[in-house]
């Protein structure tokens, strides 16, 4: 190996990043909420659900929550069985079990789907949030939405990065021409009205939360392609990439081990700044209609049930209105903390 | 200075081209045909049929898309965007009609935003770590988080529920505007324009207090300044006639190319207000598949994004002239 010495210089930067990152108030309580948004929306089955966490029934013990949350990890429906009667569509657990049954259901005894008979009620006890205009749950929906603004953040993001890294890398190493045609690829990119395009292509395909994640994906990557570029202009000047070519390594190597470790923390930041966008945008394209489609919940269509219930149930507004300011607020918290830590110069600058 | 100007707009062609082929592609490959609102469905299909070929042939619909691209450029030449499919007029007067609405509401939350930001941000960067400092750097960076659309329904559900009933929450006039006395249309025009200003005006605010702020900072450290002070000068007019000068360009000049963006942006805003803007054109024609007036509207957004750029890139160069320009992507934003 030749980028030995790299290795703990590395860790011990990362350490002076994290006790930076640490020193800052906002950034810790940005991070702690991040945290519980990401646990709510790996456990929402157990928040929220019509089926419970553990009961007796028919003599033997079931956990159908507790299999509901193992099969959202990638390979889980392989890894574990289903919780036979309880995930066969149509059974009905809350009828099924007995009153004096052993149960242990979630703190929202209901399902994000379930439909009852009181539409647009108010927060009540039964209801903490009160219900939308089928009688969902309202705070079902909200749990189960977390999900979906998860899902969102992260995965388009993760495209945008993908290729953001690939563009602006590949710029940046190679200079000259390569630079300046994937230049002006960024700027079309950049001057086009994204919203715009994102509407466009989202009539082209089936709404939904796949193709919002991926068409997100493909129209927010230009600030970290240009992040990128910068790092790789000025670093591919430094003694260590010197050294790496003249022992041989070829380009590839040299852009992925070399240089893109040393040029990712200006792009970490832009990415949790996106991850902040794209839940916004995915939140406004279920307004429009355009994202997630009801039944399934999302924030941006229990708003848009909301809006067309004004006037009947203005109750229902506030909730997912919440929930859209904290998630956006806490990873600009994350990415502006983030930020300071890994260039204390820039610090107190807008 | 003129070569470089000269490069970008060179530059600018390819930029142009590559916008116009995607939007092009994008709106005429997705499924849903705008002529089939347009035939009368009541008609023997025989008939029908023979309308939506004259209507085909009539927006030149018949030919190959890269000759109906090649038709379009050359019309775009000559500045002529076509008619509008499911209407039939000029796509130019669609556009102008609505185009006050949006300029009016943008331009509107520029100024109270500056009018309120710069004085917000020099107090906090001059009295820097005070309490003010503080409780506003907070209060802005909250509002800075909340989405203006979330602000938009909040207040349309406080005006429902309160309720105050002279607060419209829909459309920019209301109905009989045109009967109404100069005083009250200019009262009309208030009150519908206070909701959907507020939630234009509120995240420029944020932004630009903290843009003041951090590039006083920076302003106030450099060595003119603390030659100014040396002179004996008062705070107040090295602050004025030294400092803010030069905060002051690099922010209008950041407005002015953020403009095209917040006018692109108005969508979510103006489809929630029933505005008759430039945001709700674009979303309905997208719907419509009115392909003439989805292809002017990019292509305006996208111009005017690139002269904003431009027109940032040279003042910071003529301002600065340690600034050079390699033709690269670093000051597009």
Redesign the interface.
């Known amino acids: 190996m030749l980028i030995d010495a790299r290795q703990p210089a590395a860790n011990s930067h990362r350490r002076r990043v994290w006790r930076r990152f640490r020193s800052s108030r906002r950034g810790v309580i940005g991070l702690a909420v991040v945290v519980m948004l990401l646990s709510v929306a790996l456990l929402a089955p157990l928040i929220a659900g019509d089926r419970p966490i553990a009961c007796r029934y028919e003599g033997a013990l079931h956990f159908p929550a507790l299999i509901d949350v193992a099969h959202r990890f990638p390979f889980g429906k392989w890894l574990v069985r289903d919780s036979l009667p309880f995930s066969n569509v149509g059974f009905d657990a809350k009828r099924a079990l007995d009153n004096d049954a052993f149960a242990l259901w979630p703190p929202i005894p209901y399902g994000p789907l379930e439909i009852s008979e009181d539409a647009l009620a108010s927060p009540s006890r039964r209801h903490w949030l009160g219900t939308d205009g089928n009688g969902r749950d309202l705070a079902a929906r909200m749990v189960h939405g977390a999900v979906v603004s998860v899902k969102v953040g992260f995965i388009s993001m993760g495209i945008a990065a993908i290729v953001g890294v690939l563009i602006g890398s590949t ?1 940046g190493y190679f200079g000259g021409w390569t ?2 045609i ?7 990119v ?4 994204s ?3 994102i ?3 989202m ?2 395909l089936e709404p939904g939360i796949g193709n919002v994640m991926v068409v997100i994906g493909l129209t927010r990557w ?2 970290i ?2 992040f990128t ?2 790092e790789f202009m000025r670093l591919k000047r430094l003694d260590f990439v010197v050294a790496a070519r003249a022992m041989g390594a070829g380009p590839i190597r040299i852009m992925f081990r070399q240089l893109l470790p040393n040029a990712l923390a200006p792009v970490l930041v832009t990415i949790t700044f996106g991850v ?1 966008q794209a839940i ?1 945008l995915e ?2 394209l279920s ?2 209609g355009f994202g997630v489609q009801p039944p399934e919940p999302s924030w941006g269509n229990v ?1 848009r049930s ?2 067309t219930n ?2 009947v149930a ?1 109750h229902m ?2 909730p997912p ?1 919440v929930a ?2 904290v998630a ?2 806490v990873y ?1 918290l994350v990415g502006d903390a983030l930020r300071d830590a890994i260039d204390p110069r820039v610090r ?3 | 200075m003129f070569r470089y100007i000269l490069k970008r707009l060179i530059l600018a062609v390819p930029t142009f081209l590559g916008i116009t082929v995607v939007t092009f592609a994008v709106i005429h490959l997705a499924p849903g045909d705008p002529l089939d609102r347009l035939v009368d469905e009541s008609v023997p299909a025989e008939t029908s049929r023979h309308t939506y070929e004259l209507l085909e042939r009539h927006f030149g619909l018949d030919q190959p898309l890269h000759t109906q691209y090649a038709t379009w450029l050359r019309r775009i030449v000559t500045l002529d965007f076509g008619n509008s499919i499911p209407d039939h007029r000029p796509v130019w007067d669609k556009i102008s009609e609505r185009l006050p609405w949006t300029l009016g509401v943008a331009m509107l939350s520029m100024v109270f935003g500056l009018v309120l930001a710069v004085p917000i941000g020099v107090r906090s960067a001059t009295r820097r770590g005070g309490w003010f400092d503080s409780v506003s750097g907070t209060l802005l960076y909250a509002l800075y988080s909340v989405p203006s659309y979330v602000t938009a329904m909040v207040l349309i559900v406080i005006v429902v529920t309160v309720p105050i009933e002279w607060l419209p929450i829909r459309g920019a006039y209301s109905d009989g505007f045109d009967d109404l006395p100069a005083w009250g249309k200019t009262a009309d025009l208030f009150k519908h324009f206070l909701l959907i200003t507020i939630c234009f005006t509120y995240p420029a605010l944020a932004f630009q207090a903290r843009f003041v702020r951090g590039n006083l900072l920076e302003v106030l450290q450099q060595d003119y300044v603390r030659t100014a002070r040396a002179k004996g000068l008062s705070d107040r007019r090295v602050v004025i006639r030294h400092a803010m000068r030069n905060t002051m360009i690099p922010l209008v000049t950041y407005l002015g190319m953020l403009f095209p963006t917040v006018i692109a942006g108005s969508a979510i805003l103006e489809v929630m207000f029933a505005w008759p803007g430039i945001g709700r054109l674009m979303f309905d024609s997208i719907l419509q598949r009115d392909y003439p007036t989805v292809m002017a509207l990019s292509v305006i957004t996208a111009v005017l994004v690139q002269i904003g750029t431009l027109l940032a890139d040279v003042s910071y160069a003529w301002l600065d002239p340690r600034i050079r320009y390699d033709g690269g992507m670093d000051h597009v934003d």
Do not use: H, K, M, Q
Not at chain 1, 182 to 188: A, D, F, K, T
Not at chain 1, 190 to 193: D, G, R, Y
């Open positions: 710029a630079d300046a994937l230049s002006r690829l960024v700027e079309v950049v001057c086009f009205p919203f715009f395009l509407l466009a292509v009539v082209w230009t600030s392609a240009r570029r910068g902040a916004l939140a406004g307004w429009l708003l909301a809006y004004l006037r203005p507004v506030y209105c859209i300011f956006v607020l600009n107190g600058r807008s």
